[in-house]
């Protein structure tokens, strides 16, 4: 209980006392979580990008192929978005696909399948957004 109250007492004081001292704290995780989200799309491939046509009443479906190479020391969930462009770069289709638990220095291989949001003719090309 007396740790308790003294890691209290300290937060009051930093964070109470000093508006400098609590955007440090809170600088400093935003720094961490962005690094860790730089490393982890350093580990990410984007393979393959098709799309398959579709009937006139349908829409065109695209499969993007990932692979996800853990250089890292600790096992990883990847949280990985990808967008699909038109030949004009416009997004038309996007998905987030999630890779579960690869240990350090293992390599997966992951599917995913995107409906696009219109019927686009033309190149369509893929691009992984953001990894997380």
Known sequence: M??????A??????CG????????????AASDV???QAAKAGHVKLTSCEG????SELLANVTVDLEVNNSSESQNTYFIDVFVLDAKG???????????????????VE?????????????????VDKVS
């Open 52 to 55: 398959e046509s579709a009937g």
């Open 111 to 127: 599917q995913a399948m995107v409906v696009l949001s219109q019927k686009v003719t033309g190149k369509i090309t893929c691009k």
């Open 34 to 36: 962005s690094e860790d």
């Open 2 to 7: 007396k740790v308790f109250l003294i890691i």
């Open 17 to 28: 006392g000093g508006l400098v001292a609590c955007t440090a704290l809170v600088g400093k």
């Open 9 to 14: 007492g300290l937060s009051v004081l930093l």
């Open 90 to 108: 416009t997004r038309v289709g996007n998905t987030t696909t999630i890779v579960s638990d690869v240990r350090p220095g293992q390599k997966a």
